[in-house]
Each structure stands twice: as structure tokens, then as C-alpha cells.
Nanobody
């Protein structure tokens, strides 16, 4: 199994930026697709972005496309989500998720049920 811990949330003014980190520990010798989801108050959890084990394949949800960048550093077992030009509507708990994979290029998994491992979440609050 792999354990995930998110860092980097907090209070941000509208138009600002935040960089979230997701540190993986445990069975990191396997390959994992890494993803970010978010859950706003009163709403269901939604997909944000995913990146392949190799880092070559990336996909974003339309709501954040152009305003966020997902990346990973496999040497550090860490994934990142850089979000820019934040809006109050981006206020949510952001979750990191991992899906074990045997393909370094697979990345297009956008449903939460496709991920077996989850972090505890980190709150991002965007003030207007």
C-alpha cells in the first residue's frame, strides 16, 4: 500500500496562487498514476487533474484547465498541483489520489472510484 499526505493548502486571495504537494510513502516501488480531486462545501468530490507514472501523460478538468499545472518528482515520491488565478469558487478540500499501474503512460482516469489510495485532504480557501 501507499500512504499519501497533502501539504500546501491555506487562505489565498482571489487572483493568487497556491502550490499543493502530495508526498507518498510506503510501497513506492510500484508505479502510480497520481491525481488531484477537490470537494467544495455541499458538493460532490470532483476530478481536477491526473498525471501518468512517467509524467508524460496529463489531463485536466475543464474547470481548471489553463489555471493549474500538475507535475511529479518520482525521485522524491511527490506530486504537485500549482494553481494560479484562483477564484472563490476554487475553495475546497483538495485530495491527492493514487492508482497503481503497470503502464508508465496511462493517465486518463478521472473518476474517484478508479483510485484506491487517498490522502486526508488539504483545505484551500480563496477569499474575494
Amino acid at each position: 500500500q501507499v500512504q499519501l499526505v497533502e501539504f500546501g493548502g491555506g487562505l489565498v486571495h482571489a487572483g493568487g496562487s497556491v502550490r499543493l504537494s502530495c508526498a507518498a510513502s510506503g510501497r513506492t516501488d510500484s508505479s502510480y498514476i497520481m491525481a488531484w480531486f477537490r470537494q467544495a462545501p455541499g458538493k460532490e468530490r470532483e476530478f481536477v487533474s491526473a498525471i501518468s507514472a512517467s509524467g508524460s501523460g496529463i489531463t485536466y478538468a475543464d474547470t481548471l484547465k489553463g489555471r493549474c499545472t500538475i507535475s511529479r518528482d518520482n525521485a522524491k515520491n511527490t506530486a504537485y498541483l500549482q494553481m494560479n488565478d484562483l477564484e472563490p469558487e476554487d475553495t475546497a478540500v483538495y485530495y491527492c489520489a493514487a492508482r497503481e499501474t503497470y503502464s508508465p503512460r496511462d493517465y486518463y482516469f478521472t473518476h474517484e472510484r478508479q483510485y484506491a489510495y487517498w490522502g486526508q485532504g488539504t483545505q484551500v480557501t480563496v477569499s474575494s
